[in-house]
């Protein structure tokens, strides 16, 4: 067993640590007996000290030179790459993903701060003529001030990450409220920003409830703008105080993600494909593939063969090397997943594993939920566990036309080795990002992440397109004589 920690980890603000009022412990989901530390819990008035001191701090922080921020965000980067396996320990202990797992999310995430160094220096603006004689016109983008970053449990590192770099490229200020769940990534990141050299009351971290440190962000005058991930019920309740306070919103929410898989599909291909996006991260992920909607000629055999599969996974302690699923990250969610078991059954599936196994721990079997039809709850509503549903259909027109019956729409999967059947679903499918022969999880930093419908709103995360949503645009007209 890891040691405890002898004192409470704090909050960041104003470039100094907090002592904290309350703190609330951080244990691991894998092994209730190790408590990974005890972490400050914020409230109102230190979200108030942290935004007046990043509201101090930030039109230094923007007029500096734009070389003083991408070196900062290198530094991070590389000292996030130095850093790699006590991340990925650290991780894997607060959340539960697998050591490999935590590992890759700890390099993303120095990638990310990596590429968003390059941002301050390729900031673009335009210059027009006017249709007046004499008048230029110059667009340029200026950053929004003290921006808010409320981020989830699933990915506790690479998500403030892909928040934070974009957010301090642009000359913004920034407060980081990470989920109540894991503080640890999201406290070792604060301390790598502070290594790194930025400068005080730039970057602040403050721990806490959501209901209360998220509350307190979206509803403070002087933050200008919200990013958060999380559920959807959140993110609406966010998105109304946003709207209230004339504030720029950007939600990260849910999904529901169907993997079609044809008559025509490469069979080992699809059950990798499937196994990988339903369970792997113990199926918490937002763009898990939680609709698997199979082509009635090759139902029974996909379903058999992904059973298999499945049932071999090794379940256990993520930081054993031979684990591939680790635990739920808390009783709470496991409680709620096992609900959805119960339900499936009443609702007429057959359930295939789900159970919890006797062992100590937050863990679940993986699960199937087969002859599933679209318009159960298990197959409307977001699980964000180890289940996927199983839905038979006739034929591709009916496979796409399922795929496109819910609410969400962040990713979607095809599986087929017909060109005419993955094209027509790329063109068709109503879904941010779509994947041909691959899991709908697992994407690139580089390019624009998000969905449509319930499942995003305001503008696409990473790339150089999450630039758009923390700059404002302005537009110059100057009389040259
Ligand atoms: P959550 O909505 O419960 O919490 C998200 C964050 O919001 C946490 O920091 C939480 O403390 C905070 N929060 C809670 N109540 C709040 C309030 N009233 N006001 C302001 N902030 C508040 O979500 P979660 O359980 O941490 O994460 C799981 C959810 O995140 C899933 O729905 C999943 O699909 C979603 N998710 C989406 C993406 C994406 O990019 N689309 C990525 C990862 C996770």
């Excluded at 067993?1 to 909050?11: A, G, K, Q």
Aim: aromatic residues 6%; proline residues 6%.
């Amino acid at each position: 067993m890891e040691t405890t920690m002898p004192l409470p980890l704090r909050n960041l603000i104003g470039g100094e640590w907090a002592l904290p009022h309350d703190t609330s412990e951080n244990r691991n989901p894998a092994n209730p007996e190790d408590l990974i530390g005890l972490y400050a819990r914020g409230g109102a008035d230190e979200v108030a000290s942290a935004v007046a001191a990043a509201k101090a701090a930030q039109p230094g922080w923007a007029a500096a030179s734009p070389q003083l921020r991408a070196d900062v965000l290198r530094r991070v980067g590389d000292i996030l790459l130095a850093r790699v396996d006590e991340m990925a320990r650290l991780l894997s202990r607060e959340e539960g993903k697998t050591l490999a797992e935590a590992k890759g999310e700890a390099l993303r995430a120095a990638q990310i701060f990596h590429f968003y160094a390059g941002e301050p220096l390729r900031l673009p603006g335009e210059k027009h003529n006017s249709i007046r004689e004499g008048v230029e016109i110059d667009v340029t983008r200026e950053p929004l001030g003290v921006v808010g970053l409320i981020t989830p449990w699933n990915f506790p590192i690479a998500i403030p990450a892909w928040k934070t770099a974009p957010a301090l490229a642009a000359g913004n200020s920034v407060i980081l409220k990470p989920a109540d769940l894991t503080p640890g990534c999201a406290h070792l990141l604060a301390e790598i920003l502070v290594a790194a050299g930025c400068p005080a009351g730039v970057f602040n971290l403050v721990m806490g409830r959501g209901s209360e440190i998220g509350a307190a962000l979206v509803a403070h005058p002087d933050v200008a703008a919200i990013s958060f991930t999380g559920s959807e019920r959140v993110g609406r309740g966010i998105a109304r105080g946003c709207a209230e306070g004339m504030k720029k919103v950007q939600l990260e929410m849910g999904g529901k993600n169907p993997m079609v898989v044809t008559a025509r599909a490469n069979l080992d291909l699809a059950v990798g494909a499937c196994l990988n996006g339903a369970f792997f991260s113990t199926g918490q992920r937002c763009t898990a593939s939680s609709r698997l909607i199979v082509e009635a000629a090759v139902h029974d055999a996909f379903v058999a063969r992904l059973t298999a599969a499945m049932t071999a996974l090794r379940l256990g302690d993520p930081l054993d090397p031979t684990t591939q699923i680790g635990p739920v990250v808390s009783e709470s969610q496991l409680s709620g997943n096992l609900d959805y078991v119960r339900l499936a059954t009443q609702e007429g599936c057959e359930v295939i594993g789900g159970q919890r196994p006797d062992r100590p721990g937050s863990f679940q079997n993986p699960a199937l939920f087969v002859n599933a039809t679209n318009d159960m709850r298990v197959a409307r509503e977001e699980i964000f566990g180890p289940c996927a549903a199983v839905i038979r259909v006739a034929d591709f027109d009916e496979a796409l036309s399922v795929a496109n019956d819910t609410d969400f729409g962040l990713s979607s999967g095809i599986c087929t080795d017909s060109l005419a059947e993955a094209t027509a679903f790329r063109r068709a499918s109503r879904a941010g990002m779509v994947m041909v022969n691959l899991p709908t999880a697992g994407v690139d930093y580089h390019v624009p992440f998000g969905g449509r419908g319930a499942s995003s709103l305001g503008g696409r995360e990473q790339g150089r397109l999450a630039m758009d949503f923390y700059t404002t645009v302005k537009t110059a007209y100057t009389f040259a004589g």
